[in-house]
């Protein structure tokens, strides 16, 4: 028998299957992990596939050394997705499997939590009437069967038990523990579903995709958990994915009480082990709804029922970094597999989700109204120019302020949104116009005052604060624009007694931080929670009545074609944050420029009106989902290198483009717009072409890279950021 392996290496040299002789003595699988010999190495590897025959040289072809387990740890269902990954996102094969294993597998990091038990020996001779002691213990565990060492000692004397252990009533033994991650524990509340709802949970049954657009408020969860409860009374599974960031302990907690532990959690803040073994329950089939970030969608949950993508519009869906690959696309391939039910939820949908849904490719339900019945919130927009002409400068409107001033004399809370963290976005000399960079990207340090340090955003390098210019001299140093903790500390002058909150990057990257801050807040009145985009999603706080948001023109000038798009759906969902409960909230939205047509829609929460103003923008300016973008970015320490490789590569296409002439809107070699990062230098490719023979191009495409290239390199299709 042969073994068909692929080498667990991440080197594209390596990036095939190769095959091995299984030893007579070795019975093994599909899906198995194996050591191989592999040059003067023993490696791991997967084995993707057996057969009789060799398609190598026999007499050249060299056993497998061991078996790592004795089943597979890649089930069926996931070595096809591989193999479709492989094809149409052109990965390397190992890459792939790699998404599909706890890392902390992989690398043997981990330990297995193991306790030490005692049970009743087979045929054991029975105490002495006068140990009376032992007795009870002969009795206890009689009754009890196998008890943790630990638990015994509780009721029993140590001594007694080991004095049991050696003359042979007790045999000890081991058990291993899974380890569960924390949660916090809240009843549940099973609700009457509103007609909406149980329309929509009527809808939502056949195998097919469907997109939920239900607004802010409108009870998705309730939606989704109903459909997971049918679905599990059908003796199946379901995956439930949310964007990391509004995975709150909140949503988890609501999920342990309704499925107990029918659940797993996979999310970032796990420990390496707690992930670890939440991996094994929904491998070994213990656990059967997972809820978790994108990873998740690589769970091996089996006989799969349902899968439900939340905030399916959030762009943490797409993972930006190698192997890159969009949850869509793998929840779909899933579906079609387990021929289940897949919903995207949405309150703004992408402008492509959407349109598939005008296409029929999805089924649309809607959910267009509040479940408490409540008006939307009502979002007033301020012109900051005005406010400057009328002598304002401060980061603050007139409104906002006497808005927050309302809601601290009736006790209630209010959320300012600043998608910006630190204190300022940067540090410039007002004499000569020195800004402070980081030597190692090229882009300016943000100023954290905490701290009083500088930081690269984008690398985490740290720096002294300027209080003197180090080119001129002049301690006259002007603050660039404003960020969370510069936002806190202005609150902190205007309402001294208030308590003001702060959630981002920076606050909660120690564990629990995220639960400590939203438990603070919601026992807190009033209180004032300033953060970024993480308090944009998912929270539910009932008395918060106010939403300010301070700068919404930042995502709106961004440079890709999804910034319109992008500042619509932030600001839908951090209104959707105010007035959930009894009293119909308010949103303040400052910008410059007031006349932008995002903000006529969003102010109207006129989701329908904006998708078709901005599909018709695509259309005719081709661009996606009318046309597809390839970006293909190559970096490298030496610049000459880079510019070079790319310049080759380039070459290469602009061959495939003479051969496919129509197909082409554009395409164009540069730097980077971020031409440095971490000390390496960015070039890329940008190109748009047409649907009709996008495959096939981006086929030739991914084929053009020289595969000797010293650069690395990257293929992105639309992506969301072009930096
Ligand atoms: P969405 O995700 O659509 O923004 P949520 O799922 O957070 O909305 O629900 C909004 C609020 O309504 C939550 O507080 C939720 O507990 C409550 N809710 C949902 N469904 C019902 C229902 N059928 N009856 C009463 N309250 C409900
Ligand atoms: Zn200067
Ligand atoms: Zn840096």
Redesign the pocket.
């Known amino acids: 028998m042969f073994a068909k392996i692929i080498i667990d290496q991440d080197a594209k040299a390596l990036d095939k299957v190769f095959e091995y002789r299984v030893p007579d003595e070795m019975s093994v699988q599909v899906g198995e992990r194996v050591m191989v010999p592999f040059g003067s190495r023993n490696l791991q590897g997967f084995i993707v596939g057996l057969s009789e025959v060799c398609e190598y040289d026999e007499s050249k072809v060299k056993e497998i050394s061991s078996k790592i387990e004795d089943f597979a740890v890649i089930k069926k269902e996931m070595l096809e997705l591989m193999f479709y990954m492989a094809d149409k996102l052109h990965l390397k094969l190992a890459s792939i499997l790699r998404l599909f294993l706890p890392s902390e597998m992989r690398t043997d990091k981990v330990k297995e939590l193991i306790v030490k038990t005692v049970t009743l020996a087979p045929n054991f001779q029975m105490p002495s009437q006068r140990a009376k002691k032992q007795l009870e213990v002969v009795e206890f565990l009689k009754e009890n069967g196998e008890k943790k060492l630990s638990e015994m000692s509780e009721k029993f004397s140590y001594s007694t038990i080991s004095a049991m252990v050696k003359s042979g009533i007790l045999v000890t033994g081991e058990e291993q523990i899974l380890r569960a991650p924390a949660f916090d524990k809240i009843k549940s509340?099973k609700?009457?579903?509103?007609p909406l709802?149980q329309r929509a949970v009527d809808t939502i049954c056949e195998n097919k995709t469907y997109l939920l657009h239900?607004?802010?408020?409108?009870?998705?969860?309730?939606?989704y958990m109903n459909l997971i409860e049918r679905v599990l009374s059908r003796g199946k599974t379901a995956l439930m994915l949310v964007p990391e960031i509004s995975l709150t302990p909140q949503v988890l907690a609501n999920f342990k009480a309704r499925f107990g532990e029918d659940v797993a959690l996979i999310h970032s803040g796990l420990s390496a082990g707690e992930r670890f073994d939440e991996w094994k329950r929904i491998f070994f089939g213990q656990a059967k709804v997972v809820v978790g970030a994108r990873s998740a969608i690589f769970t091996p949950l089996e006989n799969l029922g349902i899968i439900i993508i939340?905030e399916e519009h959030e762009q943490s869906y797409v993972s930006e970094s190698n192997p890159r690959y969009d949850t869509h696309m793998i929840a779909e391939f899933r579906r079609k597999y387990n021929d289940c039910t897949l919903v995207f939820?949405s309150?703004t949908p992408s402008i492509e989700s959407y349109a598939k849904a005008m296409d029929g490719e999805y089924t649309l339900v809607e959910?267009p109204v509040?479940?408490?019945g409540m008006e939307m919130p009502k979002i007033v927009v301020v012109d900051m120019l005005m406010e400057m002409r009328q002598g304002n400068n401060q980061i603050f409107s007139i409104p906002l302020i006497y808005e927050l001033k309302d809601i601290i004399a009736e006790k209630k809370q209010a959320m300012i949104f600043i998608n910006r963290r630190g204190f300022s976005s940067f540090q410039r000399c007002r004499q000569c116009g020195y800004v402070a960079k980081c030597s190692d990207c090229d882009v300016s340090l943000v100023y954290h005052r905490f701290e009083n340090r500088l930081k690269c955003h984008y690398c985490g390098k740290r720096y002294k604060a300027l209080d003197v210019c180090p080119s001129c001299g002049s301690r006259d140093i002007k603050q660039g624009a404003v960020g969370t903790e510069r936002v806190v500390e202005e609150l902190h002058k205007l309402f001294p007694d208030v308590r003001i909150l702060r959630m981002d990057n920076d606050t909660t990257s120690k564990k629990n931080g995220h639960r400590e801050i939203l438990n603070e807040f919601r026992n807190t009145k009033p209180a004032i929670l300033v953060g970024t985009q993480m308090i944009a999603k998912?929270h539910?706080f009932?008395d918060v009545l106010l939403v300010g948001i301070i700068d919404a023109d930042q995502s709106l000038y961004q440079s890709d074609y999804r910034s319109i798009e992008r500042t619509f759906q932030l600001i839908t969902q951090v209104s959707?944050r105010a007035g959930?409960?009894s009293k119909q909230g308010k949103v303040i939205l400052q910008t410059y420029s007031p006349k932008h047509y995002v903000y006529r829609y969003a102010v109207n929460y006129d989701y329908k009106g904006f998708f078709k103003k901005e599909i018709n923008l695509r259309k005719v300016t081709n661009f996606p989902p009318y046309a597809r973008i390839i970006r293909v970015l190559f970096s490298h320490e030496d610049e000459k290198i880079v510019a070079q490789e790319c310049k080759v590569c380039y070459n290469k296409i602009k061959e495939i483009q003479n051969a496919y002439k129509d197909e082409f809107v554009y395409l164009d070699v540069m730097k980077a717009p971020l031409n440095k990062i971490k000390n390496k230098f960015r070039y890329q490719i940008m190109m748009r072409v047409k649907l009709a023979k996008a495959d096939e191009i981006e086929k030739k495409v991914f084929e053009s890279v020289d595969e000797k290239c010293k650069s690395s390199v990257f293929f992105e299709i639309n992506p969301n950021n072009l930096s």
């Not at 609700?191 to 509103?194: A, C, E, G, N, Q």
């Not at 802010?216 to 939606?223: A, F, I, N, P």
């Open positions: 509340e609700r009457k579903l509103t709802q239900g607004v802010t408020g409108s009870g998705k969860t309730e939606v939340d939820g309150a959910m509040r479940v408490n998912g539910d009932e959707g959930r409960s």
